[in-house]
């Protein structure tokens, strides 16, 4: 009497995936990927989890993994609470001294933590970091100075990081930093994340959004472009293809690009494990912008 063993295709698929995901995990391991987490995959449980377990997952495999986030919603949670009405203009949030406190308490004391917690609870090794720590982004007033302490980023020095990668951990970096005079300010984490993949010369700045990536018309989700050129990209902002909100995501990724980042990605957080999909299949499921064309991964 035969005593196969009866293998189920659930086990069959999982074994597949690996497979599939074996020349990727080859190919990265020791490399360094910056992630901007920000969006549903931020808010939902579910997804939170999911993120969480394939930041553990990449770093588990040998990839440098580096989170870099906002956190807009709580904020605005929090100023609600205060009784401060929270003011934006052209998009970009207007931050006085009583704001900027309540930014930095949230971003730095409450949503860093909570996401190093996260990322510790399911096996990665997490040390939470803002750009004030070590001197790692020297911010500088944005624009005319008449949104307050919004801030860019002047310059990143990456030195805190390197040994903390190369232990295997993974930082986490909330985006307020410091000016020179010491005023701390809050930039764009978007801005954050793909300054500091080109001070950190990544093979991949991914931007976790609410978006399928980006569109060729923003009504059909079916209009994703998979792939762009650095050329490709540039030409859909200034043709209006790209526009709102993906504008500056674009922008992030184009400057990225001509800082020495191997590849940007725009995907899609309200996917359960988009990270691992994005990065360890051959299809991927966002948009991948690189400096020359070349296959996915």
Known sequence: MSHDPIISA????????????????????????????????????????????DLALLACVGVQPVVVHGGGPEINQWLGRLAIEPRFEGGLRVTDAETMDVVEMVLVG???????????????KAVGLSGSDGGLVEARTWGDGSHGLVGDVAAVNPAVLKPLLESGYIP??????????GRAHNINADTVAGEVAAALQAEKLILLTDTPGILTDRHDPGSLV????????????????????????????????????????????????????????????????????????
């Not at 902002?237 to 725009?266: F, S």
């Open 226 to 297: 998979r792939e762009l050129s650095l050329a490709q990209a540039r030409d859909l902002i200034a043709t209006g293809v790209v526009e709102g909100g993906m504008t500056p995501k674009t922008d992030c990724c184009i400057r990225a690009l001509a800082q020495g980042v191997a590849a940007a990605h725009i995907i899609d957080g309200r996917i359960p494990h988009a990270l691992l999909l994005e990065v360890f299949s051959d299809a991927g499921i966002g948009t991948m912008v690189t400096g020359r064309h070349r296959p996915h991964g």
């Open 172 to 181: 986490v970096i909330s985006s307020v930093a410091a000016d020179l005079e």
């Open 10 to 53: 659930e086990d069959t698929l999982r074994v597949s995936v690996l497979s599939e995901a074996l020349p990727y995990i080859q190919r990265f391991a020791g490399r360094r990927v910056v992630v901007k987490y920000g969006g549903a995959a931020m808010v939902r449980e579910e997804l939170r989890e999911a993120v969480f377990r």
């Open 110 to 124: 409450r949503v860093n933590k909570q996401i190093v917690n996260g990322l510790n609870q399911v096996g990665g």
